[in-house]
């Protein structure tokens, strides 16, 4: 997450892709894949009337940068899960299954318990280069374990998991 006093205006923005892509460039050389993981902000802030998370996509290449996209965040934002999968699906290997809370005041809950749309989610990842599904729980409300069975059993139900 990029701090706040690093992203409060257009030029901060540019500042801090044209450093995402030099570390990129230096990640490939190393022979590894970066990974930009989104959160709110960047589908709520803008550069030149485009989204941040469009923005860095847009700008750095393919072959340098792959999305790692956070269902809760992009929700949280009101924006479409489905949409950015399948809009990055080919530049995508990692997908953060987080459920967006009903409450707007809370940011996640466990998975089926709030208001991302799975069938559509899981239907995306399915025609997409997604290879890893990362269940990220910070469901607050309940105890963690139970949080996590309960997300495990939903994923489970979906058959998405084996």
Known sequence: NIPPPLRKSEEDWRARVGEILEIAKKVKQAGFKFHYHNHTVEFTDKVDDVDVHDFIFNTIPAELLNAELDTCFIKKAGKDPFEYICRYADRMQLLHVKEAHQDTDKVDTYLGNGTVDWP?????????????????????????????????????????VE
Not at 138 to 154: I, L, Q, Y
Request: hydrophobic share 45%; no cysteine.
């Open 120 to 160: 559509a989610v899981f239907a995306a990842v399915e025609e997409s280069q997604v290879e890893w599904l990362i269940l990220e729980q910070g469901d607050h409300e309940s105890d963690a374990f139970d949080s996590m069975r309960k997300s495990w059993s939903f994923l489970a139900s979906y058959e998405i």
